[in-house]
């Protein structure tokens, strides 16, 4: 059982980040979020019964969920199943892989599981499923600089066996890391209890194991609940990290960070567990709030042009032929605009701070910045540009 320690992000302080670093074109795209979907979603997972590892219903819901990926319209190359098998037990964890444009082999992994026991799980963890679901749908023609695996775990109420499967054959073989992966963002019973006053969510940080990674954990989580903030009406809190599949990342050096209602319902693992208990404004909510950081993690492009490809550049938009590389950057940070086209450059940190400018300097030192993610504008006489950069030295 979870045991929820917090400290707590005031109201107020959010407003005001957000007040400074909303961007609208990941509003927009977290605002594609639909009551609709999130509801019909919970309801077709509710359908389909006890999905307890291995059994039919367990099959059932992986066949279920292939074809809502197919139904948005990725491809079955784009699908993997991963299976394995525990005992006399076999079950399948799914895999979904949208390529990035900068880093294809660098990959942000949002993930929940979709098995459940004894009840139909509608919260724990029909909401994650339901919220991968339609973050997939809403991103799947935008473009990422990093790769975006979309995993539906199984096994997860036994023991985290298919995270721990995935960790130790596909993420990483022997010693060998095979899997560059740059963040797991892990969503776990979100639904709610109906009749709570369900405004808050908890962003979940690693404050234990493997040490090292436990900084970057903890950006990340900041992170995460800055963009609560900004494209949800959610509060946020922040706790610790445990008992579900991000840990197998964690214990191999990988970077987590996750969501788990703030608010315990208490209804899970029993026939409670169902519709009639959950909030789905509250998933709905969360929702939006994931589809958001999930852009900010993977740096989504800031175009509202929903319909571009990857690798596709609208040839008439002028800010598209702005290049700033590389990115992650260490010193210096390169802006490749038009030649003789006037422009100035900005950088704020995540609290909104302004903290470098420049005009018409292609060649940006930045070695005077910590690490961390920062927003870099370039503002020239067609329009601004407005991109996530990562300073990593």
Request: hydrophobic share 35%.
């Amino acid at each position: 059982m979870k045991k929820i320690a917090v400290f707590l992000f005031t109201s107020v302080a959010l407003q005001n980040i957000a007040a400074q670093n909303l961007i609208q074109a990941y509003k927009d795209r977290a605002d594609m979020v639909t009551q609709a979907n999130i509801s019909n979603n919970l309801q077709e997972f509710s359908n389909l019964g006890v999905k307890t590892t291995g059994s039919t219903a367990n099959t059932d819901a992986l066949n279920w969920l292939k074809n809502k990926y197919l139904s948005y319209g990725y491809s079955s190359s784009q699908m993997v199943e991963d299976p394995f098998s525990f005992g006399s037990t076999n079950s399948k964890n799914l895999v979904i892989t949208k390529t990035g444009t900068l880093y294809p082999d660098k990959y942000i992994i949002i993930c929940g599981h979709y098995d459940t026991i004894v009840g139909p799980g509608v919260s724990d963890n029909g909401s994650g499923t339901s919220i991968l679901l339609e973050a997939a749908r809403i991103l799947k023609d935008i473009p990422t600089e990093y790769s975006i695996k979309f995993v539906h775990f199984s096994g997860e109420e036994q023991g985290l066996i298919g995270s721990n499967h995935y960790v130790n054959n596909v993420a990483y073989q022997g010693n060998t890391r095979k899997l560059d992966i740059k963040l797991v963002f892990n969503i776990d019973q979100v639904g709610g209890q109906i009749g709570n006053l369900n405004n808050k969510i908890t962003c979940e940080r690693d404050t234990g194991g493997i040490s090292s990674n436990n900084a970057a954990s903890n950006t990340a989580t900041q992170e995460l609940a800055v963009c609560t903030g900004l494209y949800s009406p959610l509060q946020t809190s922040i706790s610790y990290a445990y008992s579900s599949d991000y840990i197998p990342f964690e214990e191999k050096g990988y970077t987590i960070t996750g969501f788990y209602e703030y608010i315990k319902s208490e209804n899970e693992h029993s026939t409670d567990d169902n519709l009639t208990n959950i909030d789905p404004v509250y998933v709905f909510n969360v929702g939006k709030a994931a589809v958001g950081a999930l852009q900010h993690f993977a740096v989504a492009s800031t175009s509202n042009n929903n319909n571009l490809q990857v690798n596709e550049t609208p040839a008439k938009d002028p800010l598209q032929n702005i290049r700033i590389y590389p990115n992650p950057a260490k010193d210096m940070i390169t802006v490749e605009t038009e030649k003789s086209k006037q422009f100035s450059i900005e950088i704020n940190d995540m609290a909104g701070h302004l903290v470098l400018s420049s005009e018409n300097q292609n060649r940006i030192n930045t070695s005077a910045l910590q690490n961390g993610v920062y927003t870099i504008t370039i503002k020239t006489s067609a329009g601004n540009l407005t991109r996530k950069i990562i300073i990593e030295k």
